[in-house]
């Protein structure tokens, strides 16, 4: 079973940085794309989330307008793990923040798996 670990939330001052790590359990056998994603306040009990970043195989990667030229998203293909390095972080950077990966295994095919989440806090 594929399973995704997060690492590297925390709290930080508005300007500062974080880097999130997601790694994706030994079983699985090809991490196809890697995304991060923020949950936004959505109806009671309705979990949603916006994607704030997102890289692919082959290292292709796409950012929501609020990332842009501030995180940088990353996958180390031979680690199962990826990254997404926060610079000028802000408060309205605050927030839960999940990991998505698409993997691909022998017994399952391609599937898609979340991680459990890691709070990311932007305050003074």
């Known amino acids: 079973q594929v399973q995704l670990e997060e690492s590297g939330g925390g709290l930080v001052q508005p300007g500062g940085s974080l880097r999130l790590a997601c790694a994706v359990s030994a079983t699985a056998v090809k991490v196809n794309l890697m995304a991060w994603y923020r949950r936004i306040q959505g109806k009671e009990r309705e979990l949603q989330r916006e994607?704030?970043?997102?890289?692919?195989?082959?290292?292709?990667?796409d950012y929501a307008d609020s990332a842009k030229g501030r995180f940088t998203i990353s996958m180390d293909n031979a680690k199962n793990t990826g990254y997404l390095q926060m610079t000028s972080l802000r408060p309205e950077d605050t927030g839960d923040y999940y990991c998505m990966a698409n993997v691909y295994t022998w017994r399952e095919g391609s599937q898609d798996y979340w991680g459990q989440g890691t709070r990311v806090s932007v305050s003074s």
């Open positions: 994607l704030v970043a997102r890289v692919w195989n082959a290292g292709n990667t």
